[in-house]
T-cell receptor
């Protein structure tokens, strides 16, 4: 089974600053997707950003960007200009097309005003 | 994006009783849905894959007789926790796969189950 590792259980960032959340994964497949999900206290899973493994270009969504290193099996999330509403649990996830997600253990992000 | 609903959002039941949780895809037909469980401050763990018109596939360690899954239509999958015990208290989340959008998956809002 695929494994996803998030080595930072907790992170904090000053409002308006930048923070990077780390994620590594293990797979023998070449075609897959990687995701970052945000889970606020409501527990609803909110898609932050996704990356197709076949694309070399790093995905970007407004203040959120990833650093995808396929050979190193690394997929970090950078949040720029952090806002109070960014505070949440962040999960890195791996998925093959049509199949189930494999989630990391999560990183709890605190944004300090 | 597509909408997936779950009902109920919260449920409290007594030990030994059964409780049913519904997962519905509201604007697409989902031939496959997935059920996850999340304990407090932990990650989501896949319990089973629910396929319309066939038996669910359970992950190792998940008791299929305790967690009954029925995917009777293309828009509805149900998870029934039978003879619930306090250790079954958890947050249950479903996701539905949309074959019309490159098999993208969408999460429901989750159901918090408390067994007393």
């Amino acid at each position: 089974a695929q494994t996803v590792t998030q080595s930072q259980p907790e992170m904090s960032v000053q409002e308006a600053e930048t923070v990077t959340l780390s994620c590594t994964y293990d797979t023998s497949e070449s075609d897959y997707y990687l995701f970052w999900y945000k889970q606020p206290p409501s527990r609803q899973m909110i898609l932050v950003i996704r990356q197709e493994a076949y694309k070399q270009q790093n995905a970007t969504e407004n203040r959120f960007s990833v650093n995808f290193q396929k050979a190193a099996k690394s997929f970090s999330l950078k949040i720029s200009d952090s806002q109070l509403g960014d505070a949440a649990m962040y999960f890195c996830a791996y998925r093959r097309t049509g199949n189930q997600f494999y989630f990391g253990t999560g990183t709890s992000l605190t944004v300090i005003p | 994006g597509a909408v997936v609903s779950q009902h109920p959002s919260r449920v409290i039941c007594k030990s030994g009783t059964s409780v049913k949780i519904e997962c519905r895809s509201l604007d697409f037909q989902a031939t496959t849905m997935f059920w996850y469980r999340q304990f407090p401050k932990q990650s989501l763990m896949l319990m089973a894959t629910s396929n319309e018109g066939s038996k669910a596939t359970y992950e190792q360690g998940v008791e299929k007789d305790k967690f009954l899954i029925n995917h009777a239509s293309l828009t509805l999958s149900t998870l029934t926790v039978t003879s619930a015990h306090p250790e079954d208290s958890s947050f249950y989340i479903c996701s539905a796969r949309d074959p019309g959008h490159s098999y993208e998956q969408y999460f429901g809002p989750g159901t918090r189950l408390t067994v007393t």
